[in-house]
């Protein structure tokens, strides 16, 4: 039997060759059908790979969103027939993270409600003073009944009202008519101190609109009529405790009842001499001296 010639073996070779070129599928349709596989597939479909094909030598480029998925395309495109190579040269890209969420601005504080003054407080009006009458004022009173020293006792009391106003810092703080009430200090009838007769009366109250006030005032002696308002001044100072004594003019009421001696100190410590008891009539005018200051209420209080 005859070896086969090696030309015809050689002519059989050429021609399964050229057979088997004539049947495989064009780059481009390699390209393609790799390109659709992968579209489809759900593990690379989210790929982003470009395929190029040159006899039979695919190449992949581009990217994918992990490594399983980049390993995918590579064995879809292996399996493409037609591919005698693969060359995989996807890069793996991971899926950008998720921008945070802008934090929403935080609210602006709320802005403190404006802290408002405190009203101003309330001017107080200053408290009126007390009004204070000092001691050494005289106050014209006049007898409200008849005493005598032929018949008074220490002990017994006599009223009589304020014949003229009293005025303190030109302003009438005691109205004339308030009502006075007394004492009899003492009373001697004629005869008893060497024929002469003594009375000695206090002024011990006085009432002012309504409120009684505790005065200590003696008296001074007798006072005329028609003097006018009585300031508050301080008389001459002498004896306190002055007193009628003897030699007071019988005679009708409101008659002149002798003459003040009181050895030059005013009426604070007078006296009077004489033989006759003393008689002083209803509504006979006396002066007092206050020997104690007088301390009223505020303005409103007396009457202001």
Do not use: W
């Not at 001696?261 to 206050?290: H, R």
Request: aromatic letters at 2%; one cysteine or more.
């Amino acid at each position: 039997m005859q070896k086969p010639n090696l030309a015809v073996l050689l002519l059989v070779f050429l021609f399964a060759f050229s057979l088997a070129c004539s049947h495989r599928p064009s780059d481009e349709a390699i390209a393609k059908d790799i390109q659709q596989k992968i579209a489809a597939d759900p593990d690379t479909k989210d790929a982003n790979v470009t395929i190029t094909s040159k006899d039979g030598d695919v190449t992949l480029s581009g990217n994918a969103g992990s490594p399983a998925a980049r390993e995918k395309a590579g064995q879809i495109a292996k399996a493409e027939p037609g591919v005698s190579m693969v060359d995989n040269e996807i890069a793996v890209q991971q899926a950008a993270m998720p921008a945070p969420a802008e934090t929403a601005p935080s609210a602006a504080p709320a802005q403190a409600a404006p802290v408002q003054a405190p009203p101003p407080a309330p001017v107080e009006k200053p408290k009126p003073q007390p009004i204070v009458i000092p001691a050494g004022t005289v106050m014209d009173v006049r007898l409200g009944q008849a005493l005598s020293s032929k018949t008074a006792q220490p002990g017994d009391t006599f009223t009589g009202t304020l014949a003229e106003p009293i005025v303190v810092n030109g302003k009438t703080v005691v109205p004339s008519g308030a009502s006075v009430a007394g004492k009899v200090v003492d009373a001697k009838s004629k005869g008893k101190v060497k024929g002469d007769a003594k009375l000695q009366l206090a002024a011990t109250s006085i009432t002012i609109r309504g409120k009684q006030y505790q005065i200590q005032a003696t008296m001074a002696g007798l006072s005329e009529k028609g003097k006018g308002k009585r300031t508050a001044v301080t008389t001459g100072g002498g004896a306190a405790g002055g007193a009628l004594i003897g030699g007071l003019a019988g005679g009708g009421k409101g008659a002149g009842i002798g003459a003040l001696l009181g050895a030059g100190v005013g009426f604070a410590g007078g006296a009077f001499t004489g033989n006759k008891q003393i008689e002083l009539p209803a509504e006979s005018q006396l002066s007092f001296t206050l020997s104690a200051p007088l301390r009223l209420g505020p303005p409103a209080d007396a009457g202001e």
